[in-house]
């Protein structure tokens, strides 16, 4: 018998993807990155990504890890026949699990702290802008506390998935998903019916097309990627849990759609609050803990609705980490033959380590909070970094490599295999064979033309 583990339905396996999918990426990130980078015109770029890159790519990861039973390492190398090229896509993919697990973690150790607060009563009454500012700033500039959270959630994480792939991962994401989406919608209704919010749905649903840059678009494809958990082989490995029952065209469309929902949901949150409250959008990675306080504030309830919501978003960002963990992990047990729970002691207590610079740069370093030469803070850096930039290079190379060195003939048949239904074997064909690779590169070629060479 397999010693792998396994899902146990395929409700259970859409969830767990769904729960991998649904995390920070589309409650924190998605509401900043939309406000950095131009409102709705980001958005819609977002959007059109999700469809003709993620989707497709998701099947890929999907079929790539079922079909070999392996982690992006061990799927690579066997599929290849040990190509160096393709052992240095799977260290990738592996490198990036590691580092973005490092960062993730900060934020979500962030939104403990914002259910403390919240517990203890800090935004039951409506504050001044300023007010909240402070509490944010001198939170995020708390070292210590930061460094404590951020290793709260890593503990938590680890626990999660050295229980194994059943007992751990899919019994956190079966429930609570279906609440946070209706706290979600009733958040959306309480801030777009604030007091000058029309403003801000203006600026989320009117694309500026004057906005659009090569930053801006790489973003928007690193965004999109991010927030399916794609391009450093998680779905690869989850995947590779996966039945040979299961018709992975079906499962990977319901997990792109939960996940573009609720992204576009935390905007219709967030955006209409922003300009009621007479704050800027461009607050990067600040946004959402600025935002939400003035929220609950002004809502009946809102204490419950801020408890309750501080800790599904936790949840929702536990079930990412562990998805994100288990990429290091798989490769250490499966090629390097380690324990699970040696591989995940190992790889946590790195990841807290190398996570500690981005928990400082929030003003409790100087040097991190404001890197020299760049001006931006380290965890601005290793965001874009390993949050966009890696992720497109890790899709771009799993795009290529499905399509051109396995063949999507052969994938169609895994795919197909058990009988199983895919009436879009022509047009996944079409766009994972040209439409992914080439945007990908495009959006890269057209970044580097519009940033360094066009001015
Ligand atoms: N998709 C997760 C989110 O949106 O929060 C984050 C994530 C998970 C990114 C897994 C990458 C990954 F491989």
């Known amino acids: 018998m397999s010693t792998r583990g396994a899902w146990s339905s395929r409700a259970g396996f859409i969830l767990a993807g769904a729960g991998s999918a649904i995390g920070l990426g589309n409650i924190w990130r998605f509401p900043y990155m939309t406000g950095d980078n131009g409102g709705a015109v980001f958005a819609l770029v977002f959007l059109i990504f999700c469809f003709l890159i993620g989707y497709p790519v998701m099947i890929a990861e999907l079929t790539l890890g079922r079909h070999t039973q392996k982690n992006p390492v061990g799927m690579f190398n066997s599929l290849s026949g040990g190509r160096p090229l393709w052992k240095l896509v799977g260290g990738l993919c592996v490198l990036s699990g590691f580092i973005i697990f490092s960062w993730y973690s900060v934020i979500?150790?962030?939104?403990?702290?914002?259910?403390?607060?919240?517990?203890?009563?800090?935004?039951?009454?409506?504050?001044?802008?300023?007010?909240?500012?402070?509490?944010?700033?001198?939170?995020?500039?708390?070292?210590?506390?930061?460094?404590?959270?951020?290793?709260?959630?890593?503990?938590?994480?680890?626990?999660?998935?050295?229980?194994?792939?059943?007992?751990?991962?899919?019994?956190?994401?079966?429930?609570?998903?279906?609440?946070?989406?209706?706290l979600l919608i009733l958040l959306a209704i309480r801030s777009v019916t604030l007091d000058g919010a029309m403003e801000g749905l203006r600026f989320y649903l009117y694309p500026d097309f004057s906005k659009v840059s090569g930053v801006m678009v790489l973003k928007a494809m690193g965004q999109a990627l991010f927030s399916l958990s794609l391009g450093m082989g998680t779905m690869i490995t989850y995947g590779s849990y996966l039945s040979k029952k299961e018709n992975i065209a079906t499962s990977a469309a319901w997990i792109t759609s939960f996940d573009v929902l609720v992204s576009i949901l935390a905007g219709f949150v967030i955006l209409p609050a922003v300009a009621?409250?007479?704050?800027?959008?461009?607050?990067?990675?600040?946004?959402?803990?600025?935002?939400?306080?003035?929220?609950?504030?002004?809502?009946?309830?809102?204490?419950?609705?801020?408890?309750?919501?501080?800790?599904?978003?936790?949840?929702?960002?536990?079930?990412?980490t562990v998805s994100i963990l288990e990429v290091p992990v798989a490769y250490f047990v499966d090629e390097r033959g380690w324990s699970r729970k040696q591989a995940v002691a190992f790889v946590a207590s790195l990841a807290w380590l190398i996570g500690t610079p981005a928990a400082l740069s929030h003003g409790a370093t100087e040097f991190l909070t404001r890197l020299p030469a760049i001006g931006i803070s380290f965890?601005?850096?290793?965001?874009?970094?390993?949050?966009?930039?890696?992720?497109?290079i890790g899709a771009f190379f799993i795009a290529v490599?499905?399509?051109?060195?396995?063949?999507?003939?052969?994938?169609?048949?895994?795919?197909?295999?058990?009988?199983?239904?895919?009436?879009?074997?022509?047009?996944?064909?079409?766009?994972?064979?040209?439409?992914?690779?080439?945007?990908?590169?495009?959006?890269?070629?057209y970044t580097i033309w519009t940033t360094f060479l066009a001015s």
């Not at 965890?379 to 497109?392: M, Y």
């Open 401 to 445: 490599f499905i399509a051109w060195i396995w063949g999507v003939s052969k994938a169609s048949n895994e795919i197909e295999s058990e009988g199983n239904s895919f009436v879009i074997r022509g047009i996944w064909s079409f766009l994972i064979k040209f439409v992914a690779p080439i945007i990908i590169l495009a959006v890269f070629l």
């Open 108 to 182: 979500a150790g962030w939104v403990v702290g914002y259910v403390y607060k919240t517990a203890v009563g800090t935004f039951e009454t409506q504050l001044s802008n300023e007010a909240i500012d402070r509490i944010f700033s001198s939170f995020v500039s708390n070292g210590p506390v930061v460094m404590l959270l951020h290793a709260v959630m890593i503990f938590m994480a680890a626990f999660v998935v050295s229980g194994g792939v059943k007992g751990g991962i899919e019994k956190f994401s079966k429930w609570l998903m279906p609440v946070l989406f209706a």
């Open 276 to 320: 009621a409250m007479h704050q800027s959008y461009a607050q990067g990675p600040d946004l959402i803990f600025k935002v939400l306080p003035s929220i609950f504030g002004s809502m009946p309830g809102g204490y419950f609705f801020g408890l309750g919501f501080f800790t599904l978003v936790i949840i929702a960002a536990l079930t990412s």
């Open 379 to 392: 965890f601005d850096f290793i965001s874009t970094a390993f949050g966009d930039i890696s992720l497109s």
